[in-house]
């Protein structure tokens, strides 16, 4: 795959955790690729929900199956801007994709290769290429930014509550 490409692809996912930051999650976003195509995109809404499994990647996986008629979803290239966690590259690997590209890795819960690698396990039946890294800065920053937003307001809040 052309890296350009891969880039053009985490800009979309990059899109979508702006949709998440801007209601207050988590600023995770993904998208699901077919033949050059987006068939999916997920972002993520656990706390708006109050669904565990409102992760992005869930999301844009039950998205794609639905709409290509299959939970088989060989040919795919998932594109989200945060290394996945064990629920999520669990769903990777269940659901066939060919291919995961992420942003940031995630040193507390990432497992496409930070923590453990589920994605390339060879007891699976199933195995994902995996490149990492991409747009790693500017999807790094979306959380840095996140967090640090949130440590303000609830300073703020604090700060608020004793006057």
């Not at 692809?9 to 988590?26: D, N, T, W």
């Not at 068939?39 to 992760?55: D, F, K, S, V």
């Not at 992005?56 to 290509?68: F, M, P, V, Y």
Request: with cysteine; net charge positive.
């Amino acid at each position: 795959m052309n890296v350009l490409r891969d880039q053009d692809y985490m800009e979309l996912a990059i899109a979508e955790a702006k949709k998440a930051a801007a209601i207050r999650e988590v600023p995770i976003g993904a998208v699901i690729i077919k033949d050059g195509a987006l068939i999916a995109c997920g972002y993520n809404r656990r706390e708006t929900m109050q669904q565990p499994l409102a992760h992005a990647e869930l999301l844009a996986i039950h998205q794609a199956s639905r709409k290509l008629g299959t939970w088989r979803l060989s040919g795919c290239t998932l594109y989200v801007t945060l290394e996945p966690c064990p629920m999520c590259a669990g769903a990777i690997v269940q659901s066939r994709i060919d291919r995961l590209v992420y942003g940031a890795s995630d040193p507390k819960a990432g497992c496409a290769g930070t923590l453990m690698d589920l994605l390339r396990e060879p007891r699976f039946n199933h195995r994902a290429e995996v490149v990492a890294g991409v747009l790693e800065e500017e999807c790094a920053q979306l959380l840095t930014n996140f967090f640090a937003n949130l440590r303000l307001r609830k300073k703020n809040a604090l700060k608020n509550n004793q006057d």
